[in-house]
């Protein structure tokens, strides 16, 4: 008898070993696909450090999500936690001090907590709520702008997000100059109107045109809101006369679209399964009417194509200071500036053939957590709501109906593309 079971205990754990290491076979085999789809320019550009910070902000970017609500189940921790959010932030701004670093990493994981709002859901999301959820975020960093930088005032009916974003800004606000933090304001009130086209053109299915989409992309995507972030974390705060001359315009455009594109590229098959139609292979796929593979190649060669663009301007830098006259500290912002452009183009591929938060979720993603209410207290704890429905069994009896009637609807949806999918043939 004894022999047996250690027989079986060994079994279980030879099949458990077996496992763990097919699924580390699963994640290499993934990330060599991902590395593949990325355009050789690309891996061209200089490589560029990594913060030794990186860890601190991973762990620290956890702690902060939890503190404000944006994460409260098991399940959107681990999830976090795989994204390695402060690895990302490490790559991108290398230069960063400890504290930049931390508020780049929270601003980039506030930003993803957003967008999974309107990209993971099964169903997308009704726009003329979701516009009166988004005016009241806006208000928040608003009355820190308007208001000749006072505090920003947390604002009712924004819940996790909203108070995410006061810490945000406030945090922000001590270490932008009121220029700086104006535009930033200002990227951010697109990054909003974005998301919000976004969500209207998913809830008619609608895939937007290929004009429009590098316009609306990086709006939705908030990427300039996040190269703003560069002049803290390691750069210098540009003046009017560099920042929006028409030189440094074509470089800030032109690795935006590198960086979404590639970004696109990384995540067209999750995208395509959560159906969020905001990514340059589908709007090219639908342009063009090609197959998945014509498409795949077209985004390549495009985000090839901005690579140049990006490199033409970066060499007419040197005549933009020349007509400005500019002096050589004016000189050495700028090039830190362009310096931290490019390694954003690299180091957000580097980790995002690695990161967790670009494979495919599950339907009905168990991460998702619901930050944009209906009601007010949509965002209680697990445990309040649990005890308050011991309190009123009737009302958790509705609540569960409703939930029901939420998962039909979406079971209809999935059903209806399908459908459609069949109707236009395969995928070849």
């Known amino acids: 008898m004894e022999r047996r079971t250690d027989h079986t205990t060994r079994r279980a754990r030879t099949g458990s070993t077996a496992s763990g290491e097919e699924a580390e076979k699963d994640r290499v085999r993934t990330g060599e696909r991902m590395h593949r789809s990325v355009p050789d320019g690309i891996w061209a550009l200089r490589k560029t450090p990594v913060s030794p910070a990186a860890e601190k902000a991973n762990e620290h970017v956890v702690a902060w999500a939890r503190s404000h609500g944006l994460v409260r189940s098991e399940a959107a921790e681990r999830r976090l936690a795989s994204m390695r959010t402060g690895e990302f932030a490490a790559r991108v701004y290398p230069t960063a001090g400890v504290e930049d670093l931390l508020l780049t990493t929270d601003w980039i994981a506030w930003l993803d907590f957003l967008d999974d709002q309107n990209d993971d859901r099964r169903t997308a999301l009704d726009p003329e709520g979701f516009e009166g959820f988004l005016a009241r975020v806006a208000d928040v960093a608003s009355n820190g702008v308007c208001e000749g930088g006072a505090e920003p005032i947390g604002e009712a009916g924004t819940g996790p997000i909203g108070e995410a974003l006061t810490d945000l800004w406030t945090r922000t606000r001590a270490r932008a100059g009121s220029r700086l933090s104006r535009r ?47 002049e803290i974390a390691g750069g210098a705060e540009l003046p009017p006369s560099v920042y929006y001359s028409r030189t440094y315009q074509r470089l800030l455009t032109a690795s935006g679209d590198v960086v979404c594109w590639t970004n696109d590229l990384l995540t067209v098959e999750k995208e395509t399964a959560a159906g969020d139609l905001l990514n340059l292979v589908t709007v090219l796929r639908s342009a063009h009417r090609s197959t998945r593979s014509e498409a795949l190649a077209r985004a390549r060669a495009l985000v090839d194509g901005r690579l140049d663009d990006f490199h033409r301007a970066e060499r007419d830098l040197p005549g933009l200071c020349a007509a400005l006259e500019s002096d050589r500290t004016r000189r050495r912002a700028l090039t830190a500036c362009a310096d931290l452009l490019r390694a954003w183009m690299r180091g957000h591929a580097e980790w995002g053939v690695s990161t967790g938060r670009y494979s495919c979720p599950p339907a009905g993603p168990g991460y998702l957590e619901e930050l944009i209410p209906d009601s007010a207290d949509a965002w209680r704890t697990g445990d309040a709501r649990r005890a308050e429905d011991a309190r009123c069994p009737e009302d958790a009896r509705r609540t569960t109906e409703d939930a029901r009637r939420t998962e039909d609807a979406r079971r209809t949806t999935e059903e209806a593309r399908r459908t459609e999918d069949a109707r236009r043939g395969p995928d070849t």
Not at 194 to 201: D, E, F, R, S, T
């Open 184 to 230: 930033l304001h200002r990227h951010l009130m697109e990054y909003l109107a974005g998301n919000l086209q976004q969500a209207a053109y998913r809830r008619l299915g609608h895939v937007c045109d290929l004009t429009e989409y590098g316009a609306l992309r990086r709006a939705a995507g908030g990427i300039l809101l996040t190269f703003d972030l560069i």
